[in-house]
């Protein structure tokens, strides 16, 4: 078992950044591989970025590329997701999951988080 706890989110305005940590406790943090979800108002659930159990692989939807950066401490049990010149489209609710692929298909993840809300402001 996997428990997930993420912070960071709040209001924000647009252009400016905010740093998403997702916190876990349990059995073989390091063996899983972390992605980050979102749910906008009204939309599906959406990927946004994943990362391999090291560290060293990392997979982005199109939107964010080059905004948002995924990364993990695995000595502190921890993924983030620092997210710069932020858009009102990344309005949503933000959740973090744990799986054994770094992959897209949130049906792939066995844990997630309850989420955190990043509102974007004009």
């Known amino acids: 078992q996997v428990q997930l706890v993420e912070s960071g989110g709040g209001l924000v305005q647009a252009g400016g950044s905010l740093r998403l940590s997702c916190a876990a406790s349990?059995?073989?943090?390091?063996?899983?591989?972390m992605g980050w979800f979102r749910r906008a108002p009204g939309k599906e659930r959406e990927f946004v970025a994943t990362v391999s159990w090291s560290g060293l692989t990392t997979y982005y939807t199109d939107s964010v590329k080059g905004r948002f950066t995924i990364s993990r401490d695995n000595a502190k049990n921890t993924v983030y997701l620092q997210m710069n010149s932020l858009k009102l489209e990344d309005t949503a609710i933000y959740y973090c999951a744990a799986g054994p692929y770094e992959v897209i298909a949130g049906t792939m993840y066995d844990y997630w988080g309850q989420g955190t809300q990043v509102t974007v402001s004009s």
């Open positions: 349990g059995r073989s943090f390091s063996s899983y591989a």
